[in-house]
């Protein structure tokens, strides 16, 4: 099974602020990264997946990039209703795996 | 609107069963792989199970196999998860995805969940 790691656990930002998150993969998984973002008692959104492409109505602050076992999420700017839980998720090898996720708090 | 329902949730005890339904709406139901992800409380998401388009190929996490079904009816735009022999580190909100197209993808569609709680 591939075990993805997410850090950190916790990323304080103020608003406006740029945040970067990161995932790692115990093996490669090619560009076969999706990122959801998730906020309390709802549902996970797919925002990025193919590592770097845009879900559609996902805004232009959120990016992508990263290959192999390396991936990285970009908020240009932090907006209120982007203070969340965000998880990565393989889907190259079976069985699929998430993060266990990063928080992203107001600072 | 592309949508997904779930519905069967709730309370059983301990090597008890349940069968969560997930009604699709919005798509052609049939050209797509559905999956089953789920929540402990207070923790992070888990794949539990996959099923491809027309449900020839299954897929299951090590910890639900040989527990748990995973099954369709197309013509019912339904997916369905028979849960049997239940623990008590089941317990989780469980979430019907949809996959962009193939098992093997990311989840493009959520449900809103439905609870599972286990507990004599």
């Known amino acids: 099974e591939i075990v993805m790691t997410q850090s950190p656990a916790t990323l304080s930002v103020s608003p406006g602020e740029r945040a970067t998150l990161s995932c790692r993969a115990s093996?490669?998984?090619?560009?076969?990264l999706a990122w959801y973002q998730q906020k309390p008692g709802q549902a996970p959104r797919l925002l990025i997946y193919?590592?770097?492409t845009r879900a559609t109505d996902i805004p232009a602050r959120f990016s992508g990039s990263g290959s192999e076992t390396e991936f990285t999420l970009t908020i240009s700017s932090l907006q209120s209703e982007d203070f969340a839980f965000y998880y990565c998720?393989?889907?190259?090898?079976?069985?699929?795996?998430f993060g266990q996720g990063t928080k992203v708090e107001i600072k | 609107e592309v949508q997904l329902l779930e519905s069967g949730g709730g309370l059983v005890q301990p090597g008890g069963s349940l069968r969560l339904s997930c009604v699709a709406s919005?798509?052609?139901?049939?050209?797509?792989?559905l999956n089953w992800v789920r929540q402990a409380p207070g923790k992070g998401l888990e794949w539990v199970s996959s099923?491809?388009?027309?449900?020839?190929?299954?897929y299951y996490a090590d910890s639900v196999k040989g527990r748990f079904t995973i099954s369709r009816d197309n013509s019912k735009n339904t997916v369905y998860l028979q849960m049997n022999s239940l623990r008590v580190e089941d317990t989780a909100v469980y979430y019907c995805?949809?996959?962009?197209?193939?098992?093997?993808?990311?989840?493009?569609?959520w449900g809103q969940g439905t609870m599972v709680t286990v507990s004599s």
């Open positions: 099923i491809s388009p027309i449900g020839v190929s299954t």
């Open positions: 919005g798509f052609t139901f049939r050209n797509y792989a």
């Open positions: 995805a949809k996959s962009f197209v193939t098992e093997a993808d990311a989840f493009d569609i």
């Open positions: 093996q490669s998984v090619s560009s076969n």
């Open positions: 998720h393989q889907y190259n090898k079976w069985p699929p795996s």
């Open positions: 193919g590592a770097s």
